[in-house]
């Protein structure tokens, strides 16, 4: 059965703090990705990564950074947290395709931060 | 701007009912477009993907259909079950871009008993 596991469920944070949240998955996959989910938004790209050390912006990358050291494991980084970026963090993961042919996206069960 | 609309925002059924959820995009044209089903505290999960040549595509008691020309995609659900309780999501892949996937805010149904 397929998997990507993001470390924290719920992580309660201070205005800040530094906060690192993990993913792994477990499929070989080539692509790995962060999103945010905000109640009444549609899922916004942190970042994306096709490959080790690799790393490109998504749509909202600021106050964000990631690493990806090992090809299972893509990490979100928020070096200094602040309350606007309290929401639910989602992992996902996908197979390497054909420019324009998206594979599909295979999410973690998500991480909600509480920025206080 | 490529954009996915979503309506309605949420829903509420009975038990056994069907009920069709809409999504309006403008990225055109596109790779592939997808439903996801989203559980209460859980990731999306796919459900179905449509080409830009296919009209309709089926997973049990779930069909998506497909209308190129108006720009518009329905998840129907027959036969409703309490499981379908979920948050449905459309998402639409641009041809250039795949790894820039727009998302749809989603509609949470609710299925009571």
């Known amino acids: 059965d397929v998997k990507v596991t993001q470390s924290s469920r719920y992580l309660v944070k201070r205005t800040g703090e530094k906060v690192f949240l993990e993913c792994v998955q477990d499929?070989?996959?080539?692509?790995m990705f962060w999103y945010r989910q905000d109640p009444g938004l549609g899922l916004r790209l942190i970042y994306f990564s096709y490959d080790v050390k690799m790393k490109e912006k998504g749509d909202i990358p600021e106050g964000y950074s990631v690493s990806r050291e090992k090809k299972e494991r893509f990490s979100l980084i928020l070096e200094s947290a602040s309350t606007n970026q309290t929401s639910m963090y989602l992992c996902?993961?996908?197979?390497?395709?054909?420019?324009?042919?998206?594979?599909?996206?295979?999410f973690g069960e998500g991480s909600r931060l509480t920025v206080l | 701007k490529n954009q996915v609309e979503q309506s309605p925002q949420s829903l509420i059924i009975l038990e056994g009912k069907n009920c069709t959820l809409q999504c309006n995009y403008t990225v055109s044209p596109f790779s592939n477009l997808r439903w996801y089903k989203q559980d209460t505290g859980r990731g999306p999960v796919s459900l179905t993907i449509?080409?830009?040549?296919?009209n309709t595509k089926s997973n049990g008691r779930y069909t998506a259909t497909l209308d190129a020309d108006t720009k518009q995609s329905s998840l129907h659900i027959t036969a409703s079950q309490l499981s379908d309780s979920a948050s449905y999501i459309c998402?639409?892949?641009?041809?250039?871009?795949?790894?820039?996937?727009?998302f749809g805010a989603g509609t949470i149904l609710r299925v009571k008993s």
């Open positions: 499929m070989d996959h080539e692509n």
């Open positions: 449509m080409t830009f040549s296919e």
């Open positions: 998402v639409v892949s641009p041809p250039l871009d795949g790894n820039k996937l727009v």
């Open positions: 996902a993961s996908s197979r390497l395709r054909l420019a324009g042919d998206t594979g599909e996206l295979f």
